[in-house]
């Protein structure tokens, strides 16, 4: 019984009715590292390769590498790789994976900025968008935390058991855990950033959120409000017409369509409302290409 270096748990989107594909991976092969904007280009097209050769590629891309995709954009300085990946040459066949001890983590997080410095910061937001510098702005910021970990386990075996926890409380959301040996990433999210096969591409962004009910009645209710509240339309309208927009930077001319328009998900607390976007890639369309169109989302 072994914790895997890599562990995917995704559903299909588009059959959300099968069953999640659940895949482990151990120690692997070769592993790719970017840590300079100048690697990142060729991290991506070592990657695509790979693939196309039949290996497996599990990694991520981090937030602060979205310069190297477009200069213009503005980070802050990498707590780590801007690209990681390992290699497989396959997932682990029936792999005894360990089942992590039952944590159920209180965790008291703690941003890293202050009262004042996030009302200053929305003061500056309200005061572009006044002045027309854009009309849409996802403000996002770090919280830290303290890991919950016990004396007698390692990192490994306490990120293991906290992504199972994470697990249980999003059953159906895009699970990862990763294992690179210097940091561990767990991803338990229920966006989709996008799924490309073949030469279909899909990109599912999420925009609109109610609580669930007490009741089935409630729920009901609070569902049927954000389905048609004007204000939550507007602003999933807002993104879709922007990943329409960046869609049509690697489609087929006229392939770019939005078959499903405010769907209403059930998720454990709260209702999401997501929109589907696709398109057909063009001929030679290669891995870079799709980050350059869509990286970072929206």
Known sequence: MTIPRALLEF?????????????????????????TL??????????????HQGFWCVGYVRYEAAPAFDAALQVHAAEGPLVWFGV????????????PTVLEPHVPWTPRFSRDEF?????????????????????????????????????????????????????????????TGDEQVLSVSPELFFDWNGQRILSRPMKGTAVRGSNPEEDAANAERLRSTPKE????????????????????????????LFHLEALPTVWQMTSDVVATTRDGTRLWDVFAALFPCG
Do not use: C
């Open 11 to 35: 559903g299909d989107p588009s059959h959300p009715n099968q069953a999640a594909v659940r895949l482990a991976f151990g120690e692997p092969q070769r592993v790719l590292v970017a840590r």
């Open 88 to 99: 497989h040459a396959q997932p682990l066949a029936n792999a005894k994976v360990q089942q």
């Open 233 to 260: 339309q507007a602003e999933n309208v807002m993104i879709v017409d922007l990943i329409r927009n960046d869609l049509s930077r690697v489609a087929q001319p006229f392939s770019v369509k939005v078959p499903r």
């Open 119 to 179: 009302d200053a910061n929305m003061a500056r937001i309200h005061e572009a968008i006044a002045a027309g510098d854009f009309y849409q702005l996802n403000y996002t910021a770090q919280l830290e935390a303290p890991f919950p970990a016990s004396p007698s386990s390692n990192s490994s075996e306490s990120a293991w058991a906290w992504f199972a926890a994470l697990r249980r409380s999003q059953p159906r959301a895009y699970g990862a855990f990763i294992d």
């Open 38 to 51: 100048d690697e990142v280009r060729p991290l991506l097209e070592q990657v695509d390769a790979l693939s």
